[in-house]
């Protein structure tokens, strides 16, 4: 259970998540327009909620935060017996974002693990920061429905994940948090043709993620849901 769990947060991880989730930067084969800048880093301390099959609803909390030179992407969450939390460094310089720095910790029943990757062995970017650049490209590169981009992304124990996406749509969406300009973005498992991930970005707040729903034989098993924002020394969008 722990592992089907874990799955379906951690890649937003979709935030969380899902994290619900990329690479070399992120994308092979995605080319951005000279002409589009990438959205500037803003920090912000935002909650979800999370809603499991079978579970009890919970909050993930996601705190962005820019220390010295680079940028931190901290998500944590507790669901029943189960909590987890996910850590990453990363600098931005123009359209080029690294990871420096990656340390997750899950447990059940007061049992769990603690992972670490540190630079050297982040041979493409964490989840964490790969998901923070996914919402800066989204929007901004040719990834359609006919011909997605591919994404490949560092787990939790540093072995590589590999998915594809397309930009759905970009229109408004509402959630608890209110209702907000959004970058519909689909991620597909390249080698699990039944499941796939429904993330919606804020354009302007790199990282912020107003929506995440993870499908699989096209039933909805996990929600993520915007419910509070807060920018840190910014207003409101």
């Known amino acids: 259970m722990r592992c089907a ?19 070399g930067l992120m994308t092979a084969g995605a080319q951005a327009s000279p002409s589009t800048a990438f959205s500037t ?21 996601h705190h962005l935060s820019q220390e010295e030179s680079h940028w931190r992407s901290d998500m944590r969450f507790s669901i029943a017996v189960i909590s987890g939390e996910e850590r990453s460094r990363f600098s931005v310089a123009d359209d080029a ?3 420096l720095l990656y340390n997750s910790r899950y447990s059940l029943f007061g049992i769990g693990n603690d992972y670490q990757l540190k630079e050297e062995q982040l041979t493409t ?16 590169e040719n990834c359609i429905e006919a011909a997605p981009c591919d994404l490949r992304f560092l787990d939790h124990e540093g072995e590589e994940e590999h998915y594809r996406y397309y930009m759905d749509s970009q229109s408004p969406i509402s959630v608890p948090a209110g209702e907000f300009d959004a970058l519909n973005v689909v ?9 796939e991930l429904h993330l919606s970005f804020h354009p302007d707040w790199p990282g912020l ?22 920018p840190s020394g910014g207003v409101t969008p």
């Open 5 to 23: 769990l874990y799955q379906h947060i951690q890649y937003p991880r979709c935030l969380l998540a899902v994290t619900l989730c990329l690479t």
């Open 187 to 195: 991620m597909l498992n390249a080698e699990k043709s039944d499941s």
């Open 125 to 140: 970017l964490d989840r964490q920061t790969a998901l923070f650049d996914l919402s800066r490209r989204a929007g901004k």
């Open 97 to 99: 974002t690294r990871a």
């Open 41 to 61: 880093p803003q920090p912000f301390e935002a909650q979800y909620r999370l809603k499991v099959d079978g579970w009890p609803s919970a909050t993930i909390t």
């Open 209 to 230: 993620v107003l929506s995440a729903e993870y499908f699989k034989d096209g039933e909805r098993e996990t929600q993520i849901a915007l419910t509070e924002f807060s």
